[in-house]
């Protein structure tokens, strides 16, 4: 059977190519790093579904999308066989989830995406109700702090940048104009090599033969034949693995540049490589597969011919 990881490789790099060659054709992405548009909505969001940010498949989906994928490891790993339940396994996890966090949360300080933004000229800005952007010390965006005349009055100093208070309760200070790496590419692409490569781990060959009888394909875990459960965990993983191949295309297709996106794919993939690493490869991947034991050469002697008497 082929590699599950080669397979969700192949996939997503036809999605995210495809989809970005199609933004770039019909001009249909938008520019996250403009503070000027990107508070606005989708220039096609009146016609293309996907385009509006407050699409299901964005709101329930996308937004958490490793909390999602956490579910489904479990789902899986729990309904494993015995001799399937490796620590590895949940090392690779944890892995991931570190990345995944120091990519996106914290990092000593800020995390990963939000320096490399500030590194590439990125600056902390507000929209304020009159369409001024404002711009304000990066503190104020690594914290993800709510900006308001009340809460923040020394940044509100000229009289003509003050919205009305009854009308405006503050606004995210957020970074912008540098290089907005794609977060959802990046998590999507980790994502979706992750949980192939854990149900991979349902068709591996253990102990010279795969499964049990030398048996292959469905029903192999090289302990005996799945559960129903761990059928359906099975199922929920490939199917989620369809999911967010669907939304590295529509994301492609709608949001980030072309560049932005390919960082986002790159870095993605590096952090799904930190998982093959000989730390995290299980001693029972060496064994090799089952040969005939050697049958030991026997030397045939011929019997010297009696003399006559």
């Not at 958490?64 to 590895?88: C, G, I, Q, V």
């Not at 995290?280 to 009696?306: D, G, M, R």
């Amino acid at each position: 059977m082929p590699d599950a990881r080669i397979a969700a490789l192949t996939a997503l790099t036809c999605a995210v190519t495809l989809g970005t060659a199609y933004s770039l054709y019909y001009n249909t992405y938008l520019d996250t790093s403009d503070p000027h548009i990107t508070n606005l909505p989708h220039h096609l969001a009146s016609t293309d579904y996907f385009a509006s940010k407050s699409n299901p498949l964005n709101v329930y989906f996308i937004k958490y999308a490793w909390a999602w994928t956490t579910l489904a490891f479990l789902f899986h790993f729990l309904t494993s066989p015995p001799n399937a339940k490796t620590m590895e396994r949940v090392a690779k996890f944890a892995a991931e989830t570190g990345v995944w966090m120091v990519f996106t949360s914290w990092f000593f300080g800020p995390a990963v995406f939000d320096r490399l933004l500030a590194a590439s000229g990125g600056e902390c800005v507000v929209n304020l109700p009159s369409g001024y952007i404002l711009s304000v010390p990066n503190e104020y965006c690594y914290t993800k702090s709510t900006i308001s005349p009340a809460t923040h009055p020394g940044l509100f100093a000229a009289s003509l940048l003050v919205p009305d208070a009854h009308e405006w309760n503050g606004g995210k200070a957020r970074l912008r104009r540098g290089h907005d790496v794609s977060g959802h590419v990046f998590l999507l692409v980790m994502a979706t090599l992750f949980l192939a490569d854990q149900v991979r781990t349902s068709w591996r060959r253990v102990d010279g033969v795969r499964g049990v009888g030398g048996r292959s394909g469905k029903g192999s875990t090289g302990g005996g034949k799945w559960s129903k459960a761990h059928t359906w965990a099975v199922g929920v993983n490939i199917g989620l693995i369809g999911l967010w191949l669907f939304a590295s295309w529509t994301t492609s297709v709608y949001f980030h540049s072309p560049m932005e996106k390919l960082t986002g794919f790159l870095l993605g993939l590096a952090g799904f490589s930190v998982t093959l690493l000989p730390i995290f490869q299980p001693e029972i991947a060496s064994v090799p597969y089952h040969t005939p034991a050697a049958v030991p050469k026997v030397q045939l002697v011929s019997e010297k011919p009696v003399a006559a008497n």
